[in-house]
């Protein structure tokens, strides 16, 4: 395994969250300054992460038992630090953007999505994209474009997230996560 772990970091240079020195100290760190940059609470990274809220406390005060690196890179992924890393930037707004596009005869901009964000407000003739990102898209990547429009816009992404969660409701949203973030 650590030679696995060594040759992945020396081949992709790797600057995720898997490094030479990595502990569980440094990674509950980095996951908790992740999660509160794209403005997540630990109830709702507990949720789309399926594990409970105890195991994400105990996770970024470095005290979690055997947590498993599959599960770890599922919460990484989730706030936008993958575990392994070519070291490009993704753009998160554009990949949520080629997804919830699919199939629609208007497509949404990446202003349209700046704007629903940030006010909570749906657009005529968007709503099907809008279902589509509350109902259908990986929670990873709407973590991830949250983070980087709160980024841009100077906003507190903890207030897009309530914006996101105020419309999933009033959508009837049935995915689970919205109700942890709200």
């Known amino acids: ?23 569980i100290l440094t990674i509950g760190a980095i996951i908790k300054n992740g999660r509160t940059a794209c403005g997540l609470t630990q109830k709702a990274l507990a949720e789309a992460s399926h594990v409970s809220r105890v195991t994400i406390v105990n996770l970024e005060r470095g005290k979690v038992g055997d947590i498993g690196a599959i599960k770890l890179a599922e919460i990484a992924d989730i706030i936008g630090t993958p575990m392994f890393s070519t070291g490009k930037k993704m ?22 999505l700046e704007k629903f964000m940030l ?19 990986p929670t990873s990547l709407v973590a991830g474009a949250v983070k980087q429009i709160s980024a841009k816009k100077k906003f507190n992404a903890k207030l897009v997230w309530k914006n996101l969660a105020q419309v999933a409701a009033e959508i009837k949203s049935p995915n689970k996560f919205w109700n942890a973030v709200g």
């Open 91 to 112: 753009d998160f707004v554009k990949i949520t953007l080629s997804n919830i596009n699919t199939s629609y005869k208007k497509s949404m901009s990446v202003s349209d």
């Open 119 to 137: 006010s909570g407000k749906i657009q005529p003739g968007l709503e099907g994209q809008v279902m589509h990102l509350i109902d259908e898209t």
């Open 1 to 23: 395994m650590t030679m696995l772990i060594g040759f992945l970091v020396k081949k992709y240079s790797c600057k995720g969250l898997i490094g030479f020195n990595m502990n």
